[in-house]
C-alpha cells in the first residue's frame, strides 16, 4: 500500500464521502466538518509526539477520502482522551469522540492490525470489553494477566513487585464479581449489536 | 443540597481505589452526604468500549442511566467519585439528549432488557461538584479537628472532570480552583500546580507503556520542583498510574522520584481526625506514611504487606560460583 497514494478524483468515488461517513458514525453531533485546519488540536496533544499524524492532518486526509491512510494511522490509538484538544478547538469539533470513530471503523476493516502498537491496543480494548460483557463489571486481574502475558512478557518481570503489592493490598481481586442481572445485561448488548450492524 | 443522592461507584472503587471508597464512607456521614447505591449497576466501559463499537458502548452506559432513573424517588442527581464512570455517564445522557437517532438506538437495545431512558431525566455530578457547590467549603471548615498545616499538597485533577464539561460546572477547563480551594479549607498549603489537569497516561500504562511513561515523568517531576509532599487526585486512574507505575517509570528514565498520590476525600477524613486505617492509607505502593508522620503528626496503620525484598544484584559481573563456607580456607577477598 502507498500510504498516501491520491485518492481517484471521479465524483462516483465513495471515499471523497468518507468525511460525512466518519461524522454520521459519530455519536452526537461531531462538526467534524467544521475543522479549519488551525493546529489548535496537535499543538495541544500531550502525546502528539507518538502519532503517526497530527489529529489536524488525520482530518484533512478524511477530507480528502484517504480512507485507508487514516485508518491504519495510529494517531486514534495514541490519543489519550484527555480532552484538551476538545476544549480549545474553535470550531468545538468533537475531536476524542471522532478518534473513537476512527478505532471502530478501523477494527471493522480489519485495518489495525499490521503495527504492533494498535494492535496492542485494539486487544486490550476487545479483552476490556470481553470482561464487561461477561462479568457486567471490569476484571482488572483477569484483563491483566492475559494482556500482559501476550503482548508485554518482558515488562511482567520488573512489574511482579506492583502485581504482588496491588494483590495483598486488597486492591485487586483473583476473582471477578458479577452483577446479578447479568442475563439482562447480556440482551441489551445482543441487541445493541443488532442494531449497530444494521446501520 | 439533595437530602440524598444516586451513587455511582464505578468498578475501581472495588478494587485498585479502594481507598477512595472507604474514605468516602468515612466522610459522608459527618458531611450528611447520604449517598444511595445504584442496584446492579455496571461498568461503564471506561475508555474501551467506546472505540469498539458505538451502539453497544452507550447501550453499556444506557442500561446504568435507566437503573438510576429508575431508582429516583426524590432526586435526580447521580454522584460518581471516578472520573471515567461520571464522563461516560454524563456523555451518553449529552449525546442522547443533542440526537434523537443514538437515542432512539439505545432505548431499542435497552428494551431487550426491559428498561428505557429519556435523555436529560437525570443530572450527572462528579464527587468533588457536590462537595464544593452543595455542602459548600463552611461546611468542610467546620468539621476540620486536624488542619493539615504544613503539608504541601499538588492537588491533581487530571482530565475528565474538568473537560469537556458539558454542563459547564467547573471555574475553568485547565486551572479550575474547586480543588485548591477545598484542600485549603482543610489547613494544607496548596501548590499552584501548573500540570493540574494534565494527563496521567490513561490506559497507555497497558497499551503503550512509553507514551505513559512520559506523561507520568512530567506529572511527578513538576510535583517534585514545586516541593510538594504528596499530590491529591479525584480520579482512580490517575491515581493508579502515577501511584503503581511510578517505580516502572523511574526505572525507565533512571530517575528515583518518590511522589506519593493519595484521593482528597483521604485528606478530608485525615482532617476530620479520622484514623487513617479507615480511609484507606496504606493502600498506596508509593507510601505516604512518613510525610504525614512529619509534617502533621500521624501516625499511619502498620503497612500492609509490602512487595519482598528483592535479592540485591550481584557486584561483580563473573559467572555465578558458589560461594565459600564463612571461615573456610580460601575466603579471602580476590581483586
Known sequence: MTPHAEPSLDPTNPNLRFLEE???ATAGVSRLEMCIQCGTCGGSCPPAADMDHTPRMLFAM???????????SNTPWIC?????CVVRCPQDVHIADVMYTLKSMAIRAGLYKDKAATETAADFSQTFVDMVEKYGRSFEFGLA???YLKHFPLRLPGMAPMGFGMLSKK????????????????????????????? | MNDHYLFYPGCSMESSARAYYDSLMAI???????????????????TEYLGISLTPAYALIGRNLALAAGQADGTRTVVAPCSACYLNLAKADHYMLESPVLSEKVNVALAAGGLHYDPGSLEIRHLLDVIINDIGLDEVKRRVVRPLTGLRVAPYLGCMVPRPDYKKRWSDHEHPDELDRLLKALGAEVIDFPLKTHCCGGHMTQIGPETAFELIRRLISAADQYEADLMATVCPMCQLNIDAYQNETNRHFHTNYHMPIVFFTQLMGLAFGKDPGELGFGKELVSVGEVLNHRI???MPAPEAAAPPRKPSRKDKSLPMPQPLHG???????S
Open chain 1, 22 to 24: 466518519v461524522s454520521a
Open chain 1, 62 to 72: 478524511i477530507r480528502a477520502g484517504m480512507r485507508e491512510a487514516a485508518l491504519r
Open chain 1, 80 to 84: 489519550v482522551s484527555c480532552y484538551h
Open chain 1, 145 to 147: 494477566t492475559r494482556h
Open chain 1, 171 to 199: 486492591r485487586m481481586d483473583f476473582t471477578p464479581r458479577r452483577i446479578e442481572n447479568i442475563d439482562q445485561l447480556k440482551a441489551i448488548l445482543a441487541r445493541a449489536k443488532e442494531v449497530e450492524a444494521a446501520a
Open chain 2, 28 to 46: 459522608s456521614e459527618p458531611l450528611g452526604l447520604n449517598l444511595e447505591e445504584i442496584r446492579d449497576w455496571n461498568c461503564c466501559g471506561a
Open chain 2, 297 to 299: 503528626g500521624v501516625e
Open chain 2, 328 to 334: 573456610a580456607s580460601g575466603d579471602e577477598e580476590v
